[in-house]
């Protein structure tokens, strides 16, 4: 191992890091909240809910969470069913959906968004 390093310190091993592989670490304001990246879908996707504070469309909340839109259409259809998100749907509109009391007390039970406010 102390081959490695000195090997490095000399030069004789490139130290730059390749382009295009790995995660991407940035300070930029751009990046989405933390609690939307990590933990379950069904937390990610409630918890965009709440940080939007409006109903919002399948493709919004997928593109919010950094997630892909079917994976996010199975776990708001499995929302629907256990009550914690509603759908809105006016005819000839994009279905929407919104969070409901229920899917707030379930994302307060959770450990990331604990700290929400009645």
């Known amino acids: 191992m102390s081959l490695f390093f000195s090997n490095m310190l000399l030069g004789q091993i ?3 890091v390749p382009k295009g592989k790995g995660r991407i670490v940035s300070f930029a ?4 909240d933390i ?3 990590t933990g379950s879908m069904s937390e990610r ?6 940080l939007s504070g409006v109903p919002c469309v399948g493709r ?4 919010g969470i950094k997630s892909n839109s079917s994976r996010v259409s199975k776990t708001l259809k499995d929302l629907i069913s256990l009550g914690e998100v509603e759908v ?3 005819d000839g509109c994009v279905t929407e959906y919104g969070l409901t009391p229920q899917g707030l007390q379930a994302l307060k039970a959770t450990t990331v968004f604990a700290e929400l406010k009645p």
Do not use: Q
Request: cysteine-free; charged content about 20%.
């Open 14 to 16: 490139s130290t730059e």
């Open 29 to 32: 304001g751009t990046d989405p």
């Open 35 to 37: 609690r939307l990246t």
């Open 45 to 50: 996707v409630l918890g965009y809910l709440y």
């Open 60 to 63: 919004d909340i997928a593109a």
């Open 88 to 90: 809105i749907k006016h």
